[in-house]
């Protein structure tokens, strides 16, 4: 196959510039830096769960216990280290400075018990965790974040971070009176610490 005058001129023009690149004292053509790759999670699930509370919330601060049981069902491992966790079920219980619109403060043990698609346990995980939370009565919004790390004495994700954001939807009672009972949707995320 013959190559055309003009092509090799082309391939003699850029090799001659890679050349007087190098000569002239320039850095050789790099790939751009890539950026440092997330933290990829070793499971992520979404689910539901209820918030009992000793004494229901209110506008005014008060310190309370709390108890929060649920299951988690919609699992995935995006880091591919655990894709036979299908579901798992969960209790937390806590104490803190609790109220219906100002930034709650709290302390929590977690425990989740992790299954297969089949049912067939899989594990535990203990979690002794920190969370706060902030309410918005009027737009009725709630949130709150908690995280810990995983206890070494677990079956499943020891010393690993597990994150749970949590956000009743609805409650028996007003802020006014007192709210309990709250309901609503939980994501957990599991990920090296």
């Known amino acids: 196959m013959r190559t055309s005058p003009l092509r090799r001129g082309a391939a003699l023009t850029s090799a001659g510039a890679v050349i007087l690149a190098a000569f002239a004292g320039a850095a050789p053509v790099q790939a751009a830096p890539t950026a440092k790759a ?46 036979h966790i299908a579901r798992g079920t969960f209790t937390m219980t806590g104490s803190g400075l609790l109220s219906c619109t100002q930034q709650e403060t709290y302390k929590l043990v977690q425990n989740f018990t992790w299954y297969n698609a089949q049912g067939t346990k899989l594990g535990e995980t203990r979690v002794s965790a920190s969370g706060m939370g902030k309410g918005d009565p009027a737009h009725h919004e709630m949130l709150n974040i908690n995280r810990g790390i995983a206890d070494t004495d677990s079956t499943r994700f020891a010393g690993q971070e597990v994150v749970a954001d949590f956000a009743p939807k609805a409650a028996v009672g007003s802020c006014d009176e007192g709210k309990n009972n709250l309901t609503g949707s939980i994501q957990v995320s599991i990920h090296p610490a």
């Open 38 to 83: 997330a933290v990829t999670e070793n499971l992520v699930c979404v689910g539901h769960m209820t918030v009992t509370l000793a004494t229901p919330v209110t506008y005014t601060p008060t310190q309370d216990t709390f108890k929060v049981t649920g299951e988690v069902d919609d699992c995935m491992s995006p880091s591919g280290a655990n894709p």
